[in-house]
């Protein structure tokens, strides 16, 4: 059974600093892209930022670039979002999930930036 579990999220300042955290089971962690997404209210489901299997290499949507760091341990099946700069744009859920995304969610954590 695929269990997708964040956590991390809160309330912060603009400018501020949150670090996103996910743990997964019931996939083959180890071979399988991961990324976070994220949804704001009213808006479509969009990437964040992903990571291949082997760490090599990283991707970032274009708002967030410099400011957000994805990884991952595979060895205790968890991705890290660290998010810095934080803008009242990043406001959403954020959600982890493999790159394509499966069909199972986790419940996401909600980020909210205040100006």
């Known amino acids: 059974q695929v269990q997708l579990v964040e956590s991390g999220g809160g309330l912060v300042q603009a400018g501020g600093s949150l670090r996103l955290n996910c743990a997964a089971s019931?996939?083959?962690?180890?071979?399988?892209?991961m990324a976070w997404f994220r949804q704001a209210p009213g808006k479509e489901r969009e990437l964040v930022a992903q990571?291949?299997?082997?760490?090599?290499?990283?991707y970032y949507a274009d708002s967030v670039r410099g400011r957000f760091t994805i990884s991952r341990d595979n060895a205790k099946r968890t991705v890290v979002l660290q998010m810095d700069s934080l803008k009242p744009e990043d406001t959403a859920v954020y959600f982890c999930?493999?790159?394509?995304?499966?069909?199972?969610w986790g419940q996401g954590t909600q980020v909210t930036v205040s100006s």
């Open positions: 999930n493999s790159d394509p995304p499966m069909t199972s």
């Open positions: 990571i291949n299997y082997n760490y090599r290499n990283t």
């Open positions: 019931g996939i083959t962690f180890n071979i399988l892209p």
